[in-house]
């Protein structure tokens, strides 16, 4: 009967075992766990802070700079948010970007998208070439798309040098038959120190514009991330990736002062389908205060299909005095973003995928002397490479600190938690169920010692657990 019992006990261990485990991960994580078909949603800042716009500039909440910020925008809407600057001899640029995020499956047209002003506190638009404006261009695919505005100042007729509190205003555009949902917004304020001493205001003539070749060697794995702040850092060299129908990759490269950078996206080809599409495959270059650099898509009819930047300038501070956008843009060093969307309409002609990406990154050039700042940027660091930069690149390692986040979707998360907390729940399961063996096998072993079973050497008793015969 003593033997009848502890198999019984035994086999009511594992009935509570299993019941716990089935506590362990509820049933909606685990289903969310493997709702990996849809492509992932952008992934914000950890610490962005909610922040309303509003309908008027004297009502605007102040930003401040180094600090990331989530609002919302709605259809054909118009939105005020404060900046306090300090005179053009201390603050040499002011950058705000606005990135805007539609749901999956939004309805979008060519023209639709988002624009990005500054305006000083009379009401004048400061500088308005350098006022953003981001669409969705051909593609008429919903994903993030970035516009950005600055505070331009230096020798020449600008406006907006004087201290005091400016606005920043945020627009979006929509056309007929457009989907009429909010956009999640994500706000950036990045502020940049005046020079020391007085600089060139001439940009660079003589750059090394030739046409670049892709880098080639082994491709190696890097799983891109779903935002800026998830961005997966990469060096130069190839990196191949999955993307799927309607998704947004987002990679950063660290260049510094003086260098150039080079990068190739590659498309491979469909397992099935046929057709044509247009315009299927964006690569966007975006730079350390996440305006846009220089972009450029290709078409894709289920074969290899590949798109390159056009020829970037090395990195220096004069780049900004240029008349190009693609030159303007390469005015700083710092974490340089390659921001890769897959049409979703790719998936009516070919499927969901994953279609295999590769990425061919070259950065040229001898790192130089930063300029000579008065003062340090905000945030920290955001204007140089260091040596902890150039770490995450070779290790690959996402964005950290205020672009915190590990890179991957809110799905690949749940489904982490999922598994840690199975993991810890399962764990907790084994200790309890091998403490009531534990127990149970002591009984069995004092009742088995009582029928005379034979003594082993040290004075202890031969026990048989299932399989494994332990002493």
Not at 5 to 11: D, E, K, V
Not at 31 to 36: K, N, R
Not at 108 to 137: N, T
Not at 254 to 274: C, I, M, R
Request: aromatic content about 8%; overall charge neutral; glycine content about 14%.
């Amino acid at each position: 009967m003593g033997r009848r019992t502890g198999w019984w006990r035994g086999r009511t261990v594992l009935a509570g075992a299993a019941a716990l485990l089935s506590v362990a991960v509820p049933a909606g994580q685990a289903t969310t766990a493997t709702a990996a078909d849809a492509p992932p949603p952008y992934r914000f800042a950890v610490d962005a802070e909610r922040i309303e716009g509003a309908d008027q500039a004297t009502d605007a909440e102040s930003l401040t700079p180094g600090t990331y910020y989530r609002s919302t925008v709605p259809d054909n809407g118009k939105l005020y948010y404060g900046l306090r600057l300090d005179e053009a001899s201390t603050a040499s640029g002011a950058y705000v970007s606005a990135t805007a995020v539609p749901k999956p499956g939004t309805k979008v047209r060519y023209s639709d998208g988002i624009k990005v002003s500054l305006q000083d506190p009379e009401g004048h638009r400061c500088f308005s070439g350098d006022a953003g404006i981001a669409r969705f261009g051909p593609t008429e695919s919903p994903r993030p798309i970035t516009a950005w505005a600055s505070r331009r100042t230096g020798p020449g007729a600008y406006i907006c040098k004087g201290a005091g509190t400016y606005s920043v205003l945020v627009e979006r555009t929509s056309g007929p038959g457009s989907s009429l949902d909010d956009w999640e917004l994500e706000l950036q304020y990045v502020s940049e120190p005046a020079l020391g001493k007085a600089a060139s205001t001439a940009a660079p003539q003589v750059w090394d514009s030739a046409s670049p070749q892709a880098f080639e060697g082994p491709a190696l794995a890097r799983e891109g991330g779903t935002g800026f702040s998830g961005a997966r850092s990469l060096e130069q060299g190839v990196w191949k990736d999955g993307i799927r129908a309607g998704q947004t990759l987002f990679y950063r490269v660290p260049v510094d002062w003086g260098q150039q950078l080079d990068a190739t996206a590659e498309l491979g080809p469909a397992a099935s389908g046929d057709g044509y599409l247009g315009n299927a495959l964006v690569m966007s270059l975006h730079n350390p205060v996440r305006a846009l650099v220089d972009d450029a898509d290709t078409g894709y009819d289920g074969t290899r299909k590949q798109t390159a930047l056009r020829p970037l300038p090395p990195v220096a501070y004069e780049n900004r005095f240029a008349v190009e956008d693609q030159v303007g843009g390469m005015r700083f060093a710092g974490w340089y973003y390659l921001v890769v969307h897959l049409a979703a309409e790719v998936s009516d002609k070919f499927g969901d995928g994953p279609f295999a990406l590769t990425l061919h990154v070259r950065v040229k050039g001898t790192a130089q002397e930063a300029p000579a700042y008065s003062g340090a940027a905000v945030p920290r660091d955001v204007f140089e490479v260091t040596a902890k930069d150039k770490h995450a690149a070779a290790s690959g390692s996402a964005a950290t600190g205020g672009d915190g986040g590990d890179g991957g979707s809110a799905g690949e998360n749940t489904a982490m938690k999922a598994v840690a907390v199975g993991g810890i729940g399962t764990g907790c399961v084994l200790v309890l169920g091998l403490a009531m063996w534990t127990v149970i096998a002591r009984r069995r072993a004092g009742a088995g010692t009582a029928e005379g079973a034979a003594p082993v050497a040290g004075g202890g008793v031969a026990r048989t657990y299932g399989r494994s015969r332990v002493r």
